[in-house]
C-alpha cells in the first residue's frame, strides 16, 4: 500500500514564499517520477513542475524562475519551493508520483492536496 502525505502551504501575500512537501509511505518503495499540479479556482488542474526519474525537470512557462521542485530519495519526498508568489498562482497544489518497488511495480497515487492563497 503506497499513500502520499502532503504538507505546506498556506496564505501568502504576493512576493512571498511557500513551501510544499508530499511524502511517500510504503514497503519498500523508491520513487521514480514525480510532479506538481495545480488546480486555480475555475480552471481545470494543470502541471506547474515534474521531475523525471533522471532528475531531469520541466516547469510551466508561469512559474519558471519562481518554483523548484526537488527530491529527496532517503524520505521518498518530493518538493516545491515557490518563490514570489503571485495572486494567480492561488488554488490547490496536488503531488503526483510513481513509486516504483524492487520487483518494479510501479504504484501511480495523488496526494491529497492542499490549498495555496495569494493575496495582492
Known amino acids: 500500500q503506497v499513500q502520499l502525505v502532503e504538507s505546506g502551504g498556506g496564505s501568502v501575500q504576493a512576493g512571498g514564499s511557500l513551501s510544499l512537501s508530499c511524502t511517500a509511505s510504503?514497503?519498500?518503495?523508491?520513487?521514480?517520477?514525480m510532479a506538481w499540479y495545480l488546480q486555480g479556482p475555475g480552471h481545470e488542474r494543470e502541471l506547474v513542475a515534474r521531475?523525471?526519474?533522471?532528475?531531469?525537470?520541466n516547469y510551466a512557462d508561469s512559474v519558471k524562475g519562481r518554483f523548484t521542485i526537488s527530491r529527496n530519495n532517503t524520505k521518498n519526498a518530493v518538493f516545491l519551493q515557490m518563490n514570489s508568489l503571485k495572486p494567480e498562482d492561488t488554488g490547490v497544489y496536488s503531488c503526483y508520483i510513481v513509486a516504483e518497488d524492487d520487483s518494479r511495480n510501479y504504484y501511480p497515487r495523488w496526494g491529497q492536496g492542499t490549498q495555496v492563497t495569494v493575496s495582492s
Open positions: 510504503g514497503t519498500a518503495v523508491s520513487l521514480n517520477s
Open positions: 521531475m523525471s526519474e533522471s532528475g531531469t525537470t
